[in-house]
Structures are given as structure tokens and as C-alpha cells.
């Protein structure tokens, strides 16, 4: 029997605030342990959390960008359970009236279109982080994380491959990124991932019985957890035995997933509405408000490069993968208005090098006007495309300008036709034998007698010149 997957995606996105959800204190990643606390996020006694105007704002511009319905009324909720980090013994969330649901987003897989239906996004509080002495049987609490503002965003099971996933989760963090409402940092924990996956007959309506996913905190790792699952549940299947629910872990050193606990159930939390919380009331008014602080975001970014700047489909989707780099390519345009040139400058050569460093764009050494200043060199006949490629190494690694560098190592082109002609005559007299083949219509001689006034003039003659110069003396 053939089994086809059925997944659904649980995306938490730690939202990019200065101060946390209920209480002032900052949110900034990688303070000294417990440095970042207070009464209220630690749970103390009689205080009274304070909601985040700014957290609703930024969960609203991601419902925007979901294409979600905004809930006029939306409550808090306390969501019971005990661990370490969980230091009030339940985690502030939305359960029964979250802030948006019924949405959507498109990937492309295999060159078609597909759109992932999200189910809501709700706001709620983040536990703190537990970390194990490898050394002791001792584990320590930091509670810097515990109150930090995240919204949930809980996919519907449309996910039918790993592939798919990561696109999907990909796609999510694009958002996230464009909004400027969280920085996206899977290592770092700002964007986490659970998945629940099941198979079924393919041809199925029914759902199978899923398995949660968790520990996994890059792409690369949220597609091998899927892939393995699939093989452990067929596999389970085939030799006719039951799937049992469960919450598993992802051990990223052997590949495999790995029982953790048995699944909860939603009256396992014991939720009930937060008494210390008025509900979230959004109006028609606040939407249009922050409708009208929305960017332009990826789909519609690449849409219009395809469109005003002439691009191919791979070349547009490529430079609008992130915003930076979308506003690298479109700084750089409006200074060298060649569009497609300057793509695949940035696409070939430049994210190459920065590729190499694992460096983003917003920390390249080389600025739009960098950049923009050497295609004008090649433009001029200054220099040649492929003195420019080397120009491009140097800029990159010292930081210099590309004219500079030309004029401090004596790189411009030569194009004077009387230096140049001397140059051709005697290549054309040293090479007698030569001149007769191309004269006799072996014309890819010509290259060899280019090649070898470049070699004369040590790689800096105009090559276009020196073609027309060559083709002269040689009578055509």
C-alpha cells in the first residue's frame, strides 16, 4: 500500500520588541543569566501582567501579511503545565478567541504554485531555557527568555513533503524579516518549529495518527526529521502495527527521531481565560493603521522587479529573498541603471564571496555605490570584465574602492589607439604563420593574436580595440 504524508506546522516567532509581553524588561538576546527579570515574568506573588501594545501590532502585521482575519475580540488564556523554566506553573497564551485566523501563504514547488492555509495566529508568552552541566547531574534556569513576546502560527495540514515544509517554514520567516518584527534566527531560538505529521492510504480522506516533532532549529534539520518520520510510520504500517501518538525528538548527532512523551490533549492544559488580562479589542481603525505601515512584502517586491526592471523569474526571486538584498540591488540600480547587469553581478559574483564568509548582505564590505562605481569602470573601457572580477576580490577583502585600487596599482585599460596599434604591429610581425592561416580563413586564429597583444600589454588592453586594431592590420 502506497502512504502519503499529512503535515502541519506549529511556527513560534519570537517578536523583535524592546521590552517583554506583560513587563518592562528588555527582551535583548545573550545577557548574563537571569539579568533580565522581574516580579511580574518570573511569576512572583500578587503582581499583574501588563499587555505589550507593540507585541499586538507586530502579530497583526504578520495576520496582514497571512492574509488572516483579525478577531475584533481576542483573550488571553492561562495554559497549565509544569516545568523548570515555567516558573508561574502555566504559560500566559490564546486558546478558545485567538487575535487572527483562516489564512494563507504561497510556495512554489516544482514550478507550480501551492497555497499552505494557516489556521491562526495567537500571541502568548515564552518559557524560559533550561541548561544541562554535561559534567553534573545539575541543570540551571535562565529566566532572560521567560515573558519574551512570540505568536504561534499554526498551520493546516496541507503539507504533503519535507520539501514542502521547508518552503513553507522559509516562506514564514521571509515575513517575519520583511515586517521587521522578528530577526528570524533559528540558532538562536527566535524562530522555533514543531511539526505534526501523519500518514495515510494515498487517496485517503481521513487523518492518520500524527506524531509531534520538536528540537529542531534549522531547515535543513525540520526536513530530515520529516523524511525519517515518514520511513519510521510506513515502515511501522507495512509490518501491520499501530502508529501510537507521541511527542518525539529530533537527535540531530544520529538523525533519528527519538520517543519524548506521550501526546497532550488540549484538556490536559486546563486552559480557562486569564482573569488578570482584559480581552484585546481591535477595530476597523486600528487595522487601517497599521494596514498603512505595511512594507511591500516579498510576492509583490518580486512581482514588480520582474516587471519595471525586466528580470527573469529566478533573478527577481533571488534578489527579493530578503529585503536587504532587495534594497542592495535597487540603491545599486539607481546608481548604474543597467538592472540586469547589476543582478548578476550581485547574484554571480558578489553572494558568492559572501557565501564563502557566511556573511549577510547588510554586512558586505562592498556598498551599493561600490559595486555600482566598478560596472561604470567597466562601462568607461577603464577596465576589462575580467580585470573587474579581481578588482571585486580586493574592494571586498581591504575595504578600498574599485577606483581606487585601478589608480593605486596602475590597473586602467589601455585604449589609445597609437600604443595599442604598435602593440598589434609587432604581434602581427612576430607571428607570421599565423597571419597566413587566418588569411587563408582559419579565423580562430584571431583569438590567438588577441591573446597574445593582451599578454604583451599584461592583460590591460582594451580587448574591443584590439580586435578592431588587429582585424585592420590584417588587411579586413
Known sequence: MEYEAVIGLEVHVQLQTETKIFCPCSTTFGAKPNTHSCPVCVGMPGVLPVLNRKAVEFAMKMALATNCRIAPLSIFARKHYFYPDLPKGYQISQYELPLAESGWVEITINGQAKRIGIT????????????HDENSPVSYVDFNRTGVPLIEIVSEPDIRSPEEAALYLRKIRQHVRYLEISDGNMEEGSLRCDANI????????????????????????????????????????LDGHEIVQETRLWDAAKSITVPMRGKEEAHDYRYFPDPDLVPVEIDNDWIAEIKAEMPELPDAKCTRFKEQYDLSDYNAGTLTTSKSLANYFEECVALFPAPNIVSNWIMVELLHLLKQDEREIDDCPISPAGLAELLKLIDEGTISGKMAKDILEQAYDSKKSPKRIVEEQGLAQVSDESTLGAVVDKV?????????????????????????????????ANPKKVNELLQKALGL
Open 120 to 131: 491562526r495566529i495567537h500571541l502568548e508568552e515564552d518559557a524560559g531555557k533550561l541548561i
Open 198 to 237: 501523519s500518514l495515510r492510504p494515498r487517496g485517503r480522506k481521513d487523518l492518520g495518527v500524527k506524531a509531534e516533532l520538536k528540537n529542531m532549529n534549522s531547515f535543513r534539520h525540520v526536513q530530515k526529521a520529516l523524511e525519517f518520520e515518514i520511513r519510521r510510520q510506513t515502515a511501522i504500517l
Open 428 to 460: 602581427v610581425e612576430a607571428h607570421p604563420k599565423e597571419v597566413k592561416k587566418y588569411k587563408s580563413g582559419k579565423t580562430k586564429i584571431l583569438g590567438f593574436l588577441v591573446g597574445q597583444v593582451m599578454k604583451a600589454t599584461k592583460g590591460q
